[in-house]
């Protein structure tokens, strides 16, 4: 089954707060909620109710992969179009994509910090 807007961005909240040294707040601009573990962006929440996307990092050849794979996934919105995508509802986009494309966005960020910023390990 799809996940509609708001039970998309509702499961990318609850997977990226459930993560290990996540914080998040709006230091952008009051319709993104931005999450970040250790300083570094791994999740934006686009809060406008006529476009509800959420944005993740994604490794290149599986963002290409999703963005031909699913209409509702394009290059990242606000970011480098190469390293993010973004997910809206429609077809083929479930609760576990969602969750997977969080927790892989937030695994490709703590990948980048030096060990000593690292959150203890997820299990």
Known sequence: MSAAGDRLQDTARHTALALPGVSHGYPFTPGLDVYKVAGKVFLIVTDDPDEQIITVKCEPEHAR???????????????????????????????????????????????????????????
Do not use: C, M, N
């Open 65 to 123: 992969a999703h963005v031909h794979g699913y209409a509702s996934i394009t290059p990242g919105r606000y970011l480098d179009k190469r390293h993010w995508i973004s997910l809206g509802p429609g077809p083929g986009i479930t609760k576990q994509l969602v969750t997977d494309a969080v927790e892989d966005s937030y695994d490709l960020a703590v990948a980048r910090l030096p060990q000593r910023d690292r959150p203890r390990p997820r299990t």
